[in-house]
């Protein structure tokens, strides 16, 4: 059985689903610029995980990381000066304070949203950190086609988010 269905996200060239079996159907796609794809409908993320972005050169590197709901993200400062890393997102507010180099400290993130992260000493520093609620997720490149294998059948939130145009989202079937 095969479906082809367009999304309504501008940053889409083409979205379609093809169902595998009766058990799980496949998302494909491709992004006009780097981003990343999930897709979730409730499942628990993957196991939790501690993920990097350290404070080096007065930014963040890298610039946005992926962690699933429940998992943690430390922030080593490699700089020679102190740092204050925080955040007013909804998703998860967050504020832990002066730091000097060093191994720098950790955040858990128990709930899926987008968070946009800042330092309070150096205004030009911006982070992004994406927290993910469902067990398929990729990145991508301009123009490289995606493909989330093993999505179960029904109705899912389709995320996809960029730098420059932040977060959208779609309901979808599979």
């Known amino acids: 059985m095969k479906a082809r269905f367009v999304v309504p996200v501008a940053l889409f060239v083409a979205l379609a689903f093809h169902a595998a079996s009766a058990v799980t159907g496949t998302v494909r796609g491709v992004l006009t610029q780097p981003g990343v794809v999930w897709v979730s409908d409730g499942s628990p993320p993957p196991p939790p995980v501690e993920v990097q972005m350290s404070n080096s050169g007065k930014a963040f590197l890298p ?39 060093g191994p720098g400290k950790v955040v858990a993130f128990p709930k899926a949203g987008v968070v946009a992260v800042r330092c309070h000493i150096h205004g030009s520093m911006h982070g992004t950190i994406l927290i993910v609620d469902g067990p398929w997720v990729v990145t991508s490149q301009p123009d490289q086609s995606y493909e989330i294998q093993n999505v179960r059948p029904g109705k899912h939130i389709l995320h996809v988010w960029t730098p420059a145009d932040g977060e959208k989202t779609s309901e979808i079937s599979v």
């Open 63 to 101: 610039g946005a990381v992926v962690v699933p709901a429940g998992g943690s993200v430390r922030f080593p400062n490699q700089d020679p000066f102190f740092h204050s890393i925080y955040s007013e997102s909804d998703a998860d507010p967050f504020d832990i304070g002066f730091y000097d180099t």
